[in-house]
C-alpha cells in the first residue's frame, strides 16, 4: 500500500515548456486535490476532483489544467509555463466525506527558468 | 470566501518551552484538522476536532476547538527539537468538498 505517490519528484522548466504531473492513489479514495505551496502563502488549492470523469477550479486554477480520467489518477497540466509557477506542488486524496483527513504525495519541486 | 488565519507565522523557542498556535475562521466550521509538515517533507494529518468546545490530547499536544467552532489552538508541553516543522490549521464550513487551509505556523527550536 503505497498511500499518494508523485511523479516525478523534481523538474526544471524553460518559459513556454509543458509538461503534466501524475498524481496516483491506491485507497480507492473518491476525492483528490492538486496544491502548490509557495513560502509564506501556505497550501492553496489549485483544482480538485470529487470523482472519477469530475473536476472543478480552486482557489488558483488560472495556467493548469486537469483530468480524472481514472479514480486513482489525477494529472495536473501546465500548458505554457511561466516563472510564476515555480512552487512545490502536492497532491492529496480523502475518502468518505470530501472534509474528511486529506492523505498527501511527496510532492513535485518544479522550477520555470 | 472562506478565510482560514492562523498566526503567529513563525515562532522559534528553547527547547523545554511551551509553543501555541492559534487558527481563526471567517466562518463556522463542520470540522477543524491539524497536520505537520516537517521541513523537506509533506503535510501529515495529526488530529481533527468536530465538536463545540472540543478538546483532544495526543501526549504533549493538546488541541482546542471553540465553543462557536470558528477558532482552535494547537499547544506543545515542553517542546522538543523533534517538533520542528510547521503545523497547519484546515478547516470546511458545513458540507463541503474541500478544505481552507491556513497558512500554517513555521516553529524551530533552539536545542
Known amino acids: 500500500n503505497a498511500g499518494v505517490t508523485q511523479t516525478p519528484k523534481f523538474r526544471v522548466l524553460k518559459t513556454g515548456q509543458s509538461m503534466t504531473l501524475l498524481c496516483a492513489q491506491d485507497?480507492?479514495?473518491?476525492?483528490m486535490y492538486w496544491y502548490r505551496q509557495d513560502p509564506g502563502m501556505g497550501l492553496r488549492l489549485i483544482h480538485y476532483s470529487v470523482g472519477e470523469g469530475t473536476t472543478a477550479k480552486g482557489e488558483v486554477p488560472d495556467g493548469y489544467n486537469v483530468s480524472r480520467l481514472k479514480k486513482q489518477n489525477f494529472l495536473l497540466g501546465l500548458e505554457s509555463a511561466a516563472p510564476s509557477q515555480t512552487s512545490v506542488y502536492f497532491c492529496a486524496s480523502t475518502g468518505g466525506q470530501g472534509r474528511d483527513t486529506q492523505y498527501f504525495g511527496p510532492g513535485t519541486r518544479l522550477t520555470v527558468l | 470566501g472562506q478565510q482560514v488565519m492562523q498566526i503567529p507565522q513563525y515562532q522559534h523557542v528553547q527547547e523545554g518551552e511551551d509553543f501555541t498556535t492559534y487558527c481563526n475562521s471567517s466562518t463556522t466550521l463542520s470540522n477543524i484538522q491539524w497536520y505537520k509538515q516537517r521541513p523537506g517533507g509533506h503535510p501529515v494529518f495529526l488530529i481533527q476536532l468536530v465538536k463545540s468546545g472540543e478538546v483532544k490530547k495526543q501526549k504533549r499536544l493538546t488541541f482546542q476547538f471553540g465553543e462557536a467552532k470558528k477558532n482552535s489552538s494547537l499547544h506543545i508541553t515542553a517542546t522538543q527539537t523533534t517538533d520542528v516543522g510547521t503545523y497547519f490549521c484546515a478547516g470546511a464550513p458545513g458540507s463541503n468538498y474541500k478544505l481552507t487551509f491556513g497558512k500554517g505556523t513555521l516553529l524551530t527550536v533552539n536545542p
Open positions: 485507497m480507492n479514495h473518491e476525492y
